[in-house]
């Protein structure tokens, strides 16, 4: 569980030093568009604190991904487990968010490749979730170019938004290990 590589990419386990610049994007409201707001640096941390945990304790979690031969922090991609209420929990999560200067690249895409990849052959899932708001098509394309599946009877509220706010509906996405073509 060091790393995963790819063409460009290496997806490592975080460092002290990309505490900074994932809270600068953390701060990015561009970023943050789907969220319900930006984070601060103490929130931040936090986050950081949590995926350590879940790599600690799972064996898997979020992996910080810096570019060979460039930025050594560009974002995260990987796996997150969820068991707020719904109807697809408790699963795990391909999930991403980059820095923007490096929006448009292909790396969500490559990185989730190898998360993907890591997820049903290391970790052992049998199945991989991803879910968004309708509006972010940017990451939808992401989970159609990674051959994940949407069914819009799987979309859901999420129980973490209060009813009427504009990010409460959300389309979940899905991949199976039996689907999977690596
Ligand atoms: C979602 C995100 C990780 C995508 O990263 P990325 O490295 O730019 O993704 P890729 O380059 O692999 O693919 C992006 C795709 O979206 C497309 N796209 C970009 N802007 C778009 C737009 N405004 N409308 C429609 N499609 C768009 C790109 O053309 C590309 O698809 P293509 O290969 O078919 O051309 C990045 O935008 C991000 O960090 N967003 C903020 C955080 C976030 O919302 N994370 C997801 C939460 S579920």
Same mark, same amino acid.
């Not at 031969?69 to 922090?73: A, E, I, L, V, W």
């Not at 290391?122 to 899932?125: A, I, M, Y």
């Not at 009427?164 to 990010?167: A, H, P, Q, S």
């Given at each position: 569980m060091v790393a995963l590589h790819t063409a460009r990419l290496v997806l490592r386990r975080w460092r002290r030093s990309d505490r900074e610049p994932f809270a600068h994007l953390n701060a990015d409201p561009e970023v943050m568009e789907h969220f319900p707001s930006t984070l601060n640096r103490e929130q931040s941390d936090a986050f950081v604190e949590t995926i350590e945990t879940e790599f600690e304790q799972r064996g898997h979690g979020v992996w910080a991904v810096e570019v060979q031969?460039?930025?050594?922090?560009i974002g995260y991609v990987g796996l997150h487990y969820h068991d707020f209420?719904?109807?697809?929990?408790?699963a795990v999560e391909v999930g991403w968010r980059l820095d =923007?200067?490096?929006?448009? =690249?292909?790396y969500a895409t490559e990185g989730a490749r190898a998360a993907i990849a890591d997820g049903f052959t290391?970790?052992? !899932?049998d199945e991989l979730v991803s879910f968004t708001v309708p509006a972010n098509v940017r990451s939808t394309r992401v989970m159609d170019k990674v051959g994940m599946t949407h069914d819009p009877g799987d979309d859901f509220d999420h129980p973490r938004l209060p009813e009427?706010?504009? !990010?409460r509906r959300h389309v979940l996405y899905r991949l199976r290990r039996t689907n999977w073509r690596p």
């Open positions: 031969g460039g930025k050594d922090f209420p719904a109807h697809f929990t408790p =923007r200067n490096h929006w448009g =690249r292909g290391r970790v052992g !899932l009427g706010d504009r !990010l």
